[in-house]
């Protein structure tokens, strides 16, 4: 197809390209995470390049959770499917909360202080479901989306002395978790790939010429691994441990 598109499965190959890509990023900044946790080397994770890796990597995540909701709306309108759409989102969404409290509760059971309590996977159940409504309204979502990261970084400077509105994106000065990811800012960033899925694509087509490399070996590589995203993220970090052990299992 010329417009970049899989025939058998209707999925576009810019997406699924640079969803793999924020898949080697994000395996990259959790072994550079489990090595300094694990203190076999010290990297400073919170400010420099490691800093922006990992918000980078969760930007890039969160806007393409976006385009692929707004291309998904349009598949299912294909199909003439639309009424059955929501329900699909909401079993979706589920599926991935299942995830999320799993890995909550392993988190808490393994490292105790610091555990998930609203990690990435929780933000995107959440944003699936406050997304539908707001589908219709296309490109205009860039303005949500820039209200809702504004909001959000002014919320995340206010005191609070409460824990029930972390899921919000206000916490005490005191609150660390491993993964934190709260509603604001960051569904404005779903927000934003809503917009940009309108802008750029209309009815599963590009509305911009792209040239299609998908056949390309090393694309190929990061198509497997857009396409297989959910998967890798929740293995990938017991491989790792796994392979730090083997490497390095004494000095634990």
Same mark, same amino acid.
């Given at each position: 197809?010329?417009?970049?598109?899989?025939?058998r499965?209707?999925r576009?190959?810019e997406?699924?390209?640079?969803?793999?890509l924020?898949i080697?990023?994000m395996?990259?900044?959790?072994?550079?995470?489990?090595?300094d946790?694990?203190r076999?080397?010290?990297?400073d994770l919170?400010?420099?390049?490691?800093?922006y890796?990992?918000?980078?990597?969760?930007?890039?995540? +969160?806007l393409?959770?976006?385009?692929?909701?707004?291309?998904?709306? &349009?598949r299912?309108?294909?199909a003439?499917?639309? $009424?059955?759409?929501?329900?699909?989102?909401?079993?979706? $969404?589920l599926?991935i909360?299942s995830?999320?409290?799993?890995?909550t509760?392993?988190?808490?059971?393994?490292?105790?202080r610091?555990?998930?309590?609203?990690?990435?996977?929780h933000?995107i159940s959440? $944003?699936?479901l406050?997304?539908y409504?707001?589908?219709r309204?296309?490109?205009?979502?860039?303005?949500l989306?820039?209200a809702?990261?504004? +909001?959000?970084?002014y919320?995340?400077?206010?005191?609070?002395?409460?824990y029930? +509105?972390?899921?919000?994106g206000l916490?005490?000065?005191?609150?660390v $978790?491993?993964?934190?990811?709260?509603l604001?800012?960051?569904?404005g960033?779903?927000l934003m790939?809503?917009?940009?899925?309108?802008?750029?694509?209309?009815?599963?087509?590009?509305?911009?010429?792209?040239?299609?490399? &998908?056949?390309w070996?090393?694309?190929?590589?990061?198509?497997?691994?857009?396409?297989n995203?959910?998967?890798?993220?929740?293995?990938?970090?017991?491989?790792?441990?796994? +392979?730090i052990?083997l490497?390095?299992?004494?000095?634990?």
């Amino acid at each position: 197809m010329n417009n970049g598109q899989n025939s058998r499965t209707g999925r576009l190959w810019e997406v699924d390209f640079f969803r793999g890509l924020a898949i080697i990023m994000m395996v990259i900044f959790h072994l550079a995470y489990d090595l300094d946790f694990f203190r076999i080397y010290e990297i400073d994770l919170s400010h420099g390049f490691w800093f922006y890796l990992a918000r980078f990597t969760a930007s890039l995540f +969160l806007l393409l959770v976006g385009i692929s909701l707004t291309l998904s709306h &349009s598949r299912a309108k294909l199909a003439g499917q639309l $009424s059955q759409y929501p329900f699909r989102l909401l079993k979706r $969404s589920l599926w991935i909360m299942s995830l999320a409290l799993g890995i909550t509760l392993v988190t808490y059971i393994v490292i105790g202080r610091g555990f998930i309590v609203f990690g990435i996977l929780h933000l995107i159940s959440i $944003s699936i479901l406050l997304a539908y409504p707001l589908l219709r309204l296309g490109r205009m979502n860039i303005l949500l989306g820039l209200a809702a990261i504004l +909001l959000g970084l002014y919320i995340q400077e206010l005191e609070v002395d409460f824990y029930w +509105l972390i899921w919000l994106g206000l916490a005490p000065r005191d609150f660390v $978790s491993l993964d934190y990811v709260p509603l604001l800012p960051w569904f404005g960033l779903v927000l934003m790939g809503m917009a940009g899925g309108a802008l750029l694509y209309k009815d599963l087509v590009h509305r911009f010429p792209l040239p299609d490399i &998908s056949a390309w070996p090393p694309v190929r590589g990061l198509l497997f691994l857009g396409r297989n995203s959910l998967a890798i993220y929740i293995l990938h970090q017991p491989l790792l441990l796994g +392979l730090i052990y083997l490497a390095d299992g004494p000095s634990l």
